[in-house]
């Protein structure tokens, strides 16, 4: 069943202007005024305004009088629409195929066949509000069975995301406020005078006379909110996206006839991308069918590729998921991710050269919705942050790792708290204790000291760590350390943790 996920963006203005202004400090109550004539009113507000009193629709003056720091910044729709623009065409590339402008504050996407490349609903919420954060945009997120229950629940919440169960549309709304059904104000407003507060009071009353005072938009609404109309979500779309189509005469919904014509599409996709010098790492294939609605199936690679029959390889895979229905009446091929790929020339050999390329085998586990990756070094002492994980196809990192110490084959991502029996300073632990076992430890090696990196963190600036490789009498070895120099309680607490395991 398709799911839909709704983005709002609650701050798009002051974040916007924060982000082209970083000179602005992080503290500043920022807002944005809207003008009308010669009114003057409050069109948004960043979390700091807000918290001074500061409302959205509040008269300018007044707004300016509650807080006086308060920064008043013009309105600018224009670039508003531009920076959700260019913010959704973003989500296209990593999140779903169908994704689309949800005026004027935010984007909806379908997440049917997508949702497993995130690792389920709940990863692929909070991955996409951290993101989100991460570049400085506020964001509320939300997923439901319709457009209409993601959009409202994504406006009802204050902060962090929410799921709305599958089947669970009707509980998840009923209470929520007219304003958030998508109407025209004025609709809302009158409503409200007529004593309707939530949409649950609305969808319980008669339909008839609410559309004779009110038109079919209303009833409109309330159906495609419980699902009993289709809304199909209309893909964003640019003139430098190379995409292919093909429009059937009659629909199709065979399953041989539907691969036969992926291939052909793919053949005209890849013509496209060689005459532009150009690889594809993102390719969406998009059907639709004969009631409106769209099926999506995105193919990803690790490197660009534009071979034909590898591409065509990764959609036959995944064609078998695509129900057409009552029949596909037209479908398009996109790419949504190119990279610049040169033409490679091959040598002539009578002897077959081997083939140490598995990116193929790269893109197949990633198309399973598996993450794949390669650790690559990093020059820091500290354990933790000595490694990092890098695309499973990119280039060679031409830092390495020092070996003048024996380093465990698994490291902790964190490191585990232990109980040791050890002489100060230099001596390793005679006995540890590690999740509730006591080991006692027939052999040691060490300290190798780690220092705290000062030149990042004012708090590492005495900092020390000492490491002990130790085995216990069933022959299991340990990479542990004591925070501190076992002296001088500045350089750490001298409590023992586990960090590693050896083979």
């Not at 093909?246 to 399953?255: D, H, L, T």
């Amino acid at each position: 069943m398709s799911r839909v996920v709704s983005i709002y963006l609650p701050e798009l203005a002051t974040d916007r202007i924060r982000r082209n202004d970083p000179s602005i400090p992080v503290e500043q109550p920022v807002a944005v005024i809207a003008k009308s004539g010669p009114k003057r009113w409050v069109s948004a507000a960043d979390a700091a305004a807000k918290k001074a009193g500061v409302r959205v629709g509040m008269a300018a003056a007044k707004a300016q009088a509650i807080f006086r720091g308060l920064m008043l910044i013009d309105a600018d729709p224009a670039a508003d629409a531009a920076a959700l623009a260019r913010i959704t065409l973003w989500a296209l590339s990593q999140y779903s195929p169908i994704v689309a402008v949800d005026e004027p504050d935010g984007i909806v996407m379908d997440t049917e066949g997508a949702e497993h490349l995130q690792g389920g609903e709940l990863p692929m919420l909070t991955g996409i509000a951290n993101r989100f954060h991460g570049k400085g945009l506020t964001a509320r997120v939300a997923v439901a069975d319709t457009w209409g229950a993601a959009h409202a629940c994504a406006r009802a919440i204050r902060t962090g995301t929410v799921i709305v169960p599958i089947g669970q549309t009707v509980g998840a709304v009923e209470h929520l406020p007219l304003s958030l059904l998508r109407l025209p104000a004025k609709i809302v407003s009158d409503l409200n005078v007529l004593g309707f507060k939530s949409i649950g009071e609305l969808s319980a009353t008669p339909r008839a006379p609410l559309a004779l005072r009110f038109g079919p938009e209303l009833g409109r609404r309330l159906d495609q909110l419980f699902g009993r109309v289709a809304e199909p979500i209309d893909p964003i779309r640019v003139p430098e996206l190379i995409e292919v189509r093909r429009v059937f005469a009659e629909p199709i919904g065979a399953a041989e006839t539907i691969n036969k014509y992926v291939a052909r599409l793919v053949v005209q996709l890849v013509a496209e991308l060689e005459r532009k010098g150009l690889g594809v790492r993102r390719t969406d294939l998009i059907v639709e069918k004969v009631d409106g609605t769209r099926q999506a199936i995105r193919a990803g690679t690790a490197k660009p590729a534009r071979d034909v029959a590898w591409l065509t390889k990764l959609f036959r895979d995944r064609t078998e998921k695509i129900e057409p229905g009552f029949g596909i009446e037209k479908m398009t091929l996109a790419a949504v991710m190119t990279q610049p790929l040169e033409q490679e020339q091959r040598s002539s050999d009578l002897i077959e050269e081997q083939d140490d390329d598995i990116t193929p085998l790269i893109d197949v586990f990633g198309n399973r919705g598996q993450r794949v990756y390669r650790v690559a070094p990093v020059a820091s002492d500290v354990p933790e942050r000595s490694v990092r994980r890098i695309a499973a196809a990119a280039p060679d990192v031409v830092e390495t790792w020092a070996h003048h110490w024996p380093r465990p084959v698994r490291l902790l991502a964190r490191p585990d708290q232990i109980e040791a029996i050890a002489l100060l300073p230099d001596h390793p632990p005679a006995s540890i204790t590690w999740r509730g076992k006591r080991r006692k430890v027939k052999r040691a090696d060490g300290p190798e000291r780690v220092f705290g990196e000062w030149w990042k963190r004012d708090s590492e600036l005495e900092a020390v760590r000492d490491y002990f490789v130790v085995e216990d009498e069933g022959g299991e070895r340990f990479w542990i350390f004591r925070s501190g120099d076992g002296v001088d309680p500045d350089t750490g607490s001298h409590k023992w943790f586990l960090h590693g395991i050896f083979a």
